[in-house]
């Protein structure tokens, strides 16, 4: 598994971006994948996951309604597509994949075992 996140840049307010994950390593072995956020100071958060097979996804308070997260099985790509973005989304955004199946919302971060290298999303006010 090696994962790779993409797509930051910077935007003004209510602007959009969308954040690539793939994997280029061989065959995926696990069940999920979920978007993280760092901001310095506060650690990693949680934005929302998706079931790789089925396509369930589940989002976090702070990213409902603004963002989706969609995935491209075929090319072992997981999206995350942000609009109306605030200054508060300005952090250095993760993509984590987890062997956990959920039916109830995302997974702990404890349970992602595969990390991937961030990407810088900054939005201006």
């Known amino acids: 598994v090696q994962l790779q996140a993409s797509g930051g840049g910077l935007v003004q307010t209510g602007g959009s971006l969308r954040l690539s994950c793939e994997d280029s390593?061989?065959?995926?072995?696990?069940?999920?994948i979920g978007w993280f956020r760092r901001t310095p100071g506060k650690g990693r958060k949680g934005v929302g996951c998706?079931?790789?097979?089925?396509?369930?996804?589940y989002y976090e308070d702070s990213a409902k309604g603004r963002f989706t997260i969609s995935r491209d099985n075929a090319n072992n790509t997981v999206y995350l597509q942000m609009n109306s973005l605030e200054p508060e989304d300005t952090a250095v955004h993760y993509c984590?994949?987890?062997?956990?199946?959920?039916?109830?919302?995302?997974?702990?971060?404890?349970?992602?075992?595969?990390w991937g290298q961030g990407t810088q999303v900054t939005v201006s006010s």
């Open positions: 984590a994949a987890t062997k956990v199946y959920t039916t109830y919302g995302c997974p702990p971060i404890n349970e992602y075992e595969y």
């Open positions: 390593g061989f065959a995926p072995t696990y069940r999920g």
């Open positions: 998706t079931n790789i097979f089925d396509g369930t996804t």
